[in-house]
């Protein structure tokens, strides 16, 4: 579609950005804003750099000129932006400076406003409040397609529902055509309207299409519609936008950042090796040894304790018993392989392939009923 490639060149003209899957997913994201009556899941523009003159905030201008019903705020209230999402025909939230919003001590005042862009990712998710006037419960809808810029990482759980473009500083030999919003303002705002002209007429047919996607789960919902678009508009749009899909959900998974439980999870499949059971003591050790976790200084530099690997465990349904190792160790405290798979396979990303140890101090005690036995198994007292 050639509306689509005009877009794609307005995108170039103006900025340098980091792939070309990169601009064919801003370029979808755009569009697909245009027909967010047709989707169930209105995906968020996570637009981030690790400094300044990046060329945020010069593409946040651009899909202010392009986008559907475009409102920018910097430090609207949540209760105002809710105002102005509306049930039938949400406009696009384009929030500028978002580090200032959700980065440090921020962050906890503005968890209403973190609410409201999870929840408005899905479609009928509204937020609930108490009319003192009317006296009755008012039903505030959220659903809105939103773009965020800012410097460092947004909240995982908004990150983990948006396309992530990750900007970076041009250097010299980079060039771009200048932006000025008053002379070059009309032709983005030609450029969406003929966006709208294409795609509100195919409101039903978006809103029936089933792409074949190339990704699954919540990943899957943030990108059907982009797919959706492309596929309309059939040409090599199609290929494009599962290539950037794929490309730029994997770049995500990389930069992910995790959550305290799931790092020590991640470790703790590192620390066991191929040892069938560590005891607990050791695989302390072994976590804090490991120079890139954070487990040495944890606990405001103290270290990770017996007590808090428990509790984080304890959300996997992961718990210390008493396991019988040869000699010196004897009965102590421990933990088996066996009782980590499932949360593996179920939370961790795929591991390479582990190198053997070639020394195993914690096999397990050999039965005594045949201790020349090959067949090696392991005895253990559950605590009471």
Not at 17 to 41: F, G, K, N, R
Not at 93 to 120: C, H, P, Q, S
Not at 296 to 305: D, R, S
Request: glycine fraction near 6%; hydrophobic fraction near 40%.
């Amino acid at each position: 579609m050639a509306v689509l490639d005009r877009l794609h060149a307005v995108l170039k003209k103006y900025l340098i950005l980091p792939s070309t899957e990169t601009t064919d997913a801003i370029v979808l994201w755009i569009a697909a804003t245009h027909a967010q009556q047709a989707w169930t899941h209105a995906p968020r523009l996570v637009i981030k750099a690790p400094e300044k003159r990046c060329g945020k905030s010069r593409l946040l201008d651009v899909v202010d000129g392009t986008c559907y019903r475009p409102f920018m705020t910097v430090n609207s209230s949540t209760a105002a932006i809710c105002r102005s999402i509306g049930d039938v025909d949400p406009p696009t939230i384009l929030l500028d400076e978002a580090d200032t919003v959700f980065g440090g001590k921020a962050a906890e005042a503005n968890e209403e406003l973190r609410g409201l862009l999870n929840a408005g990712h899905q479609r009928n998710r509204p937020m609930t409040r108490w009319d003192h006037q009317k006296k009755e419960l008012e039903r505030i809808p959220t659903f809105a397609m939103a773009a965020l810029a800012g410097i460092g990482s947004m909240p995982d759980t908004i990150e983990d529902r948006a396309v992530i473009v990750k900007m970076r500083r041009r250097t010299k030999s980079e060039e771009v055509e200048p932006f000025r919003s008053r002379r070059d303002g009309p032709a983005l705002r030609q450029l969406a309207e003929d966006l709208s002209s294409w795609l509100r007429p195919n409101l039903t047919e978006l809103e029936n299409a089933e792409p074949a996607m190339p990704l699954e789960d919540r990943a899957a919902d943030t990108w059907e519609p982009l797919i959706a678009v492309a596929d309309l508009a059939g040409g090599n749009w199609p290929e494009r936008a599962r290539r950037a899909a794929q490309a730029l959900n994997a770049a995500r998974e990389g930069d992910a950042e995790y959550s305290d439980r799931l790092r020590l999870l991640i470790d703790c499949r590192t620390a066991f090796a191929d040892l069938e059971a560590i005891p607990s003591t050791v695989l302390l050790e072994r976590l804090k040894g490991l120079t890139e976790s954070p487990w040495a200084e944890y606990n405001n530099g103290a270290g990770l304790t017996p007590m808090k690997l428990g509790v984080l465990l304890k959300e996997y349904e992961i718990g210390s018993e008493n396991i019988t190792f040869l000699q010196p160790t004897g009965r102590v405290k421990g933990f088996q392989r066996d009782w980590f798979t499932d949360a593996w396979q179920r939370y961790c990303p795929p591991e390479d392939v582990p190198a053997t140890e070639p020394y195993k101090p914690y096999k397990p005690y050999a039965d005594p009923q045949n201790p020349s036995s090959d067949n090696v198994r392991l005895f253990q007292t559950r605590t009471a």
